[in-house]
């Protein structure tokens, strides 16, 4: 069974930085793209940021682009979201996304990612 730990997250003020990390375990997680996306309250889980399997390929929400760069490191079956220049706006719970299957198709879909963790709040106070 797949295991995704997301930690990082916590209180930042508007134009600092944060990084979040997530951990994979139950599998190798480096022939999957995975993700990061966030659910502000009363919102849906909106997409932030998808990464593929080697690191080669990035694709960014509108929203954050030029601000959050996601990586990766499949030594270590770990992923990373960090934030930078963040706004009020950008206060959610970010959850960790492991791809169904190893293509690059469809990455802005919560339908693409079948493995989720637990979550963890970012608030950004002014």
């Not at 295991?3 to 508007?14: F, Y």
């Not at 909106?46 to 601000?67: C, H, M, P, Q």
């Not at 499949?74 to 009020?88: H, R």
Request: net charge neutral; glycine share 10%; aromatic share 12%.
């Amino acid at each position: 069974q797949v295991q995704l730990v997301e930690s990082g997250g916590g209180w930042v003020q508007v134009g600092g930085s944060l990084r979040l990390s997530c951990a994979a375990s139950g599998r190798i997680i480096s022939d999957y793209p995975m993700a990061w996306f966030c659910q502000a309250p009363g919102k849906e889980r909106e997409f932030v940021a998808a990464i593929n399997w080697n690191g080669g390929i990035t694709l960014y929400a509108d929203s954050v682009k030029g601000r959050f760069t996601i990586s990766r490191d499949n030594a270590k079956n770990t992923v990373s979201l960090q934030m930078n220049s963040v706004k009020p706006e950008d206060t959610a719970v970010y959850y960790c996304a492991l791809d169904r299957d190893s293509s690059w198709d469809g990455q802005r879909r919560r339908e693409a990612y079948n493995y989720w963790g637990q979550g963890t709040q970012v608030t950004v106070s002014s």
